[in-house]
Nanobody, 116 residues
Framework: QAQFLESGGGLVQPGGSLRLSCAGA????????VSWHRQAPGKQRELVAS???????TYAESVKGRFTISRDNVLNTVFLQMNSLKLEDTAVYFC??????????WGQGTQVTVSS
């Protein structure tokens, strides 16, 4: 059974940076479309960014120019570099690795809090 584990969350001031990691075990992360999602209190989970096996990327409009998704297939890990963080970026961030309709895996989430 594949597992994906997020790490790298924490407390940061507005304008600061964090790098989240989504480390895979049991299946090659490089063979999946991996996406980052976030859910703030009282809000629906939203897609933040995604990267395909051929490294095509997409971003939510709210994070374009500030967040960068990348992958290291040797480490079996997908990263989300978050710069110029804003208060509204506060949320629990989840990664999802999607292989096909029968194999889609979520991590447990990591908290990102942007506060002065």
């Amino acid at each position: 059974q594949a597992q994906f584990l997020e790490s790298g969350g924490g407390l940061v001031q507005p304008g600061g940076s964090l790098r989240l990691s989504c480390a895979g075990a049991g299946m090659r992360a490089g063979a999946a479309t991996v996406s980052w999602h976030r859910q703030a209190p009282g809000k629906q989970r939203e897609l933040v960014a995604s990267i395909t096996p051929d490294t095509s990327t997409t971003y939510a409009e709210s994070v374009k120019g500030r967040f960068t998704i990348s992958r290291d297939n040797v480490l079996n890990t997908v990263f989300l570099q978050m710069n110029s963080l804003k208060l509204e970026d506060t949320a629990v961030y989840f990664c999802n690795a999607h292989y096909d309709m029968d194999h889609s895996f979520w991590g447990q989430g990591t908290q990102v809090t942007v506060s002065s």
